[in-house]
Structure formats: structure tokens, C-alpha cells
């Protein structure tokens, strides 16, 4: 069944060269093209879009310009309740470092990870903290993501104006929020309930690694007692933290795509609020696993399609939305290189030795 070592050679370079790096960049590649050369254009003029973002006038830009920057720094608030300790400057510079990575870089979430990982130990937190930090933001985060959906549902219902396909997408984010949720509680509060969840999850990561012949996973339940041993504290102490910074930095990122689609568009975007949160959760959570950098082009497809089915004009819907994405995409990238560059020469980095205080 294994075939000869010739075989085995044969299909381990092939598997390679189908999930290596050049076949990661092709597909990035090959994305993007296809959404903003063959799918926007079907859907908007990008004329007719650059025409409406040029007639934005000075207050509207001041007005956007303002909301972009409070979005720029909204999330590193999370990190903060996430890591004790950890303050302001030094919450800003890792997230934006990390968030130009992502947005840059194939499979750049991992990347992001790692830069936000490496930058802390520079600042003097343990690698214990850290490990920590990063399982929480990214639970609280998707949590959020995932209760968005629901939340715009409740609230197109109480104005009666429900699509079908959106009520059918925040009940799948619903019931992806209950069991997560769900999951959380039994990681933090159960000893059995969490190794018996933890060993059935390592049950099924091995049988999917054996499918794709790689080596399948151990340790899980080790390394959740580990986790719960260490979360157990924060998460009673800090979840109203947690929360509330999740949630305003979402809210935050939503505020700056209605006032994108406010100014850009016009009486062209007139739809009610409830309509473009709904738009937006529904994006949230299609992008929640990144196809490409930043979900460069999935994103933007997303909010165009689903905006212009709300009823904004395909040229105001375009021209928000390019607007927004430059802002929230490409806008971090080079304050991210510029926070890199000065953590590269030390700024925020403590010695090996200093006390525990340094690192604040």
C-alpha cells in the first residue's frame, strides 16, 4: 500500500511542491488577480468609484483620517488585558509590526504570531505569559467575530428586514459562538470535561495529519492542563477587560467602514446602519481563515457583493470599500515597517537582567 521509497520519495516532493511556499505565493497570486482584474470589475467601474473618493471634501477626510487612526491602535488594548504588564507604547508598536507581516506575507498570520512572540520576549515578559497572551486574544477575537453575525440578525429582525442567507449565516455563527464559547468554559473550569475534550481534539487532528500523511499531533492534553493551570486566574480576573477591548476594537473597525461608505457614497449608500453591520459580520467571519495576506481581495469582494445586494450603488459600494481597505489594509504595512524598524534598534527592548518593573 506505502509503495517502494522511490514512491514515497516521489509523492513527499510532490506534497511539497503543492504546499511549499512557491505554491502558497501562486495561490495568493492567483486570488487576488482573479478578484480585482475578472470579479470587481464585473460587479463596479473603478472609474466610476475613484470619481466619488475624489469628491470627498476636507471635512469628510479629516473626519475619516480621524476614525482610521483610533482604528490603528484599537486592538492593542486586547494585548494589554491579555498580558499584564504590558503597556501602551510597547502594545502598539508589536501589534502594528505584527499586522504589517500579516497583511504582507503568505500564510502571514503565523508570521504576525511570531513577530508579536519574538517582540514581547524582547520586552521582558516569559514565554509562559506570552503563550498565554496569544491563546487569549485570538479566543476573545474570534468570539466577537463569531457573535457579530447574531447580533446583526437580532438587529434587522426588531426592524423586520431579515435576508434569508444572512439569517442563515448568523445561525451558523451563532451555534459556532455557543460551542466555543462552550469550549472556553469547560478548558478554564473542568479537569476531566478538558483533557476529554482536548484527547478527542488530538483523536481528530491525528486522523486528518494521517489523511494528509504528516505526522500526527501529541501532548494536547499535557499542554491544556498547562494552559488552564496558567489562564485560570486571568480569565476570572480579566474578562470584563477582555471582552469590552475585543469588542470596541471590532466596533472601532466597523465604525470606520460606515464612515467610509457614509462620506464616499453619499445618498448612493443611504441603507440603514443595522444593514452595513450586517454586511460586515457576515465579511468577518467568511475571512476568519485568511486565503490570502490580510484577506487582501476576499475581504473587498465580500463587502462589495454584499453591500450592492443591500442596495448601495456598485460605484459608492467600490469606492467605500477600496477607501476602507487601503486604510485598515495597506495603511498598517508601512506604520507597521516603521515600528519594526525602531524595535530592530531597541526601542521598547529591556536587558536579560532588568527587574520585573522595566518591562512597564
Request: hydrophobic share 55%.
Amino acid at each position: 500500500m506505502s509503495g517502494t521509497p522511490r514512491d514515497r520519495r516521489r509523492r513527499s516532493a510532490l506534497r511539497r511542491a503543492l504546499t511549499g511556499r512557491a505554491a502558497r505565493t501562486t495561490l495568493t497570486v492567483v486570488v487576488i488577480v482573479a478578484i480585482f482584474a475578472g470579479a470587481l470589475p464585473q460587479i463596479s467601474d473603478y472609474a466610476a468609484a475613484w470619481d466619488l473618493v475624489r469628491r470627498v471634501d476636507g471635512a469628510e477626510i479629516a473626519l475619516v483620517a480621524a476614525v482610521a487612526l483610533v482604528n490603528l491602535f484599537s486592538y492593542a488594548p486586547l494585548w494589554m488585558a491579555a498580558l499584564p504588564g504590558l503597556g501602551l507604547g510597547r502594545a502598539v508598536m508589536s501589534d502594528q509590526a505584527s499586522t504589517a507581516v500579516s497583511n504582507t506575507v503568505p500564510v502571514g498570520f503565523a508570521f504576525g504570531v511570531g513577530t508579536n512572540v519574538a517582540m514581547y520576549h524582547s520586552f521582558g515578559f516569559p514565554a509562559a505569559d506570552i503563550t498565554r497572551a496569544v491563546a487569549l486574544t485570538g479566543v476573545w477575537n474570534n468570539l466577537v467575530k463569531l457573535a457579530m453575525p447574531a447580533l446583526a440578525l437580532a438587529g434587522l429582525g426588531l426592524v423586520g428586514d431579515v435576508d434569508v442567507r444572512l439569517g442563515l449565516t448568523a445561525l451558523l455563527g451563532s451555534a459556532l459562538l455557543l460551542a466555543g464559547a462552550a469550549a472556553l468554559v469547560v478548558l478554564v473550569t473542568h479537569d476531566r470535561a478538558a483533557a476529554t475534550l482536548a484527547a478527542a481534539a488530538e483523536r481528530l487532528a491525528g486522523r486528518v495529519a494521517r489523511l494528509v500523511r504528516r505526522r500526527p499531533p501529541s501532548g494536547w492534553v499535557g499542554r491544556t492542563e498547562r494552559f488552564r493551570a496558567d489562564s485560570r486566574d486571568l480569565v476570572r480576573a480579566r474578562w470584563p477587560q477582555l471582552t469590552a477591548a475585543a469588542v470596541a476594537s471590532h466596533a472601532t473597525l466597523f465604525l470606520l467602514l460606515l464612515t467610509c461608505l457614509r462620506t464616499v457614497g453619499g445618498t448612493a449608500a443611504d441603507v440603514p446602519w443595522l444593514v452595513v453591520l450586517a454586511v460586515f459580520s457576515v465579511t468577518r467571519l467568511v475571512t476568519i481563515v485568511p486565503i490570502t495576506p490580510g484577506a487582501l481581495g476576499v475581504a473587498e469582494l465580500s463587502y462589495v457583493a454584499g453591500l450592492t445586494a443591500a442596495g448601495v450603488t456598485a460605484p459608492a459600494a467600490a469606492g467605500a470599500v477600496l477607501l476602507f481597505r487601503f486604510l485598515t489594509w495597506f495603511l498598517p504595512v508601512p506604520v507597521g515597517a516603521v515600528t519594526w524598524l525602531l524595535w530592530r534598534r531597541g526601542v521598547g527592548r529591556v536587558p536579560d537582567s532588568a527587574p520585573q518593573e522595566a518591562r512597564r
